[in-house]
């Protein structure tokens, strides 16, 4: 072993060859890195540090989204920098004393998460600064109690973005800016072309929409349309009604893009509903190529009840060169209504359907004869499809998405006809009735698959991980969800790490099965020596894990799971010590009241610790108070040399 004046020497020596290159040639190559990777890098010698800090003047784009930086951090990754135009950030642990240090006049593009410690201050400082701005997104303003968001404050936001073409606004919109929601966007930016609000009344968007007469006018003043330019519309109403549909289809004469999601808490009436008469006035100026419509069961189980079959027929009369169609919650329309629309629509790429409680095999009986050539598909909760549907639809062979979650009678057939699809990227099997063998049929697309889900399907053993992967080379899959199979062992999982998949994310929820040896597999995990060394998990998720005990801590601290930023643990673990493991890992989100992990989630942040780094590594002070032995210790480090 090389002694500390040694190493100290061969530093300096690598120091003196970098130095030799040209610092033009470091910074072109280091800049081609995101920010993370050129703090990594940053880390390693005086040269790079240099270089790197050099580099944060003047690249483009600063992107952080996997660590939530406090202030203290942020202040030195961003520097001066008027070449700046595009800072995406995960604003978790900052408040309004960090705007000033984020927010420049050069941005084109604003895209900030998680940002409940902010208050409207954020809206107004954003609008006095960013003239030039392009693209915003603010998620999560002021969720914190005491952080009010005033009417004045999107008001400044509107004024001042004057060359704003998107803007999105994930967060409660009526809580705060109810007064003079309407007037106020008559100073939105004439360039705006897509807006999407999470949270907005019917009845606020169609005030919004609705011309009237303008203030201190004469009553022949009519006022000038609201968003002129719009093409994309995204919103998340309380109601989807008949009102707001038609003054949105009327108004919006641009509109190319169209998607509503409602969640009801009660049953609407008749009034406050969608219905046929709704359906008619969708897209008439024509332009329309998405639409999505959907219901949600978050709140309560209900459905589109006044919608059948007659709604679909006036709707398709006017949606013949629909692209995109996402239909959820409408039970009363059956084969005949979803026919329509497919036989209707030639240039259809893109079919989402959930709820369809009536929808049948017979749909994609004749599909074939169709010119459609569709390459994202989701039948979420279509109880009544068999294999037979999905051997028909296969008859699509550019499939590259295919979403059969909650579809319960699907089994090993369609597995078989799922496996001709040479291109397909997706595949979502939750809850289907498929077995170990039928597994085996998808050996023929495992290479080309990027993500697979079989959450829920209980006939599965440790045996379907053999039957995927053993053997295959060249993996691209990222994401792997296991969870909810009640047979998958730490045998299965000791599998997946000899076949080296080069997952991201893994989730293997609510598997009584996994224990501590399938922490102890995937953190010793090889997966591919010439490109990366080690464990590639971004995302683990292990929430009530039968097995996972104190044990599996002493694997998911440092330097074990090197890139791993999510991690989902079981409730019945010590607060203690999942406190502890956030301390010894300051940006790793840990999660343990069953909230589902993922880049989806930013704005769902209930029950995740992120704590400031602390000196004393707590998490291993908890596990050495417990009650294993020294031997045990050894036996644990013995068996993570063998895998």
Known sequence: MASPEE?????????????????????????????????????????????????????PSFHLLDIAPSIDLLKPLMPPNPYLKSLKLDCARLDDSAINVFVRDSFHELYLHNCANFSGKLLSEIGGKCADLRYLYLGSVAEKRGRPIHISDLE???????????????????????????????????????????????VMVTELLSPSLGHHRSPNHVRPPILPGIQKLCLSVDYITDTMVSTISNVLMSLTHLDLRDAPLIEPTSAYDLTNSGLQQINQHGKLKHLSLVRSQEFLITYFRRVNDLGMLLMADKCANMESICLGGFCRVTDTGFKTILHSCSSLYKLRVSYGTHLTDLVFHDISATALSLTHVS???????????IKNLVSNTRLKILDLRDCKHLGDGALRSISTLPELKILLLDGSDISDFGLSYLRGVINSLVSLSVRGCKRLTDKCISALFEGSSKLELQQLDLSNLPNLSDNGVLTLAKCRVPISELRMRQCPLIGDASVMALASMQVDEDRWHGCRLRLLDLYNCGGITQLSFWWLKKPYFPRLRWLGVTGSVSRDTVDALARNRPFLHVAWHAEELGSNQWDNSHGLYMHDYDEVDELEQLLEEGDYMDEEMMDVDNDAELL
């Open 156 to 202: 400044e936001l509107l004024r001042g973005c004057t060359q704003l073409e998107v803007l999105i606004l994930m967060f409660d919109v009526p809580l705060f800016l109810r007064h003079k929601f309407a007037q106020v966007w008559a100073l939105a930016s004439e360039k705006l072309t897509s807006l999407e609000i999470a949270c907005v009344s019917s």
């Open 7 to 59: 190493e100290e020497e061969e530093q300096e020596e690598e120091e003196e060859s970098l130095d030799q290159l040209p610092g033009t040639v470091l910074a072109t190559i280091i800049s081609k890195l995101d920010v993370a990777s050129i703090c990594s890098v940053a880390s390693t010698c005086k040269t790079f540090n240099a270089c790197a800090s050099h580099i944060l003047t003047f690249i």
């Open 379 to 389: 039948l979420r909760w279509c109880n009544l499809l068999t294999n037979h549907a």
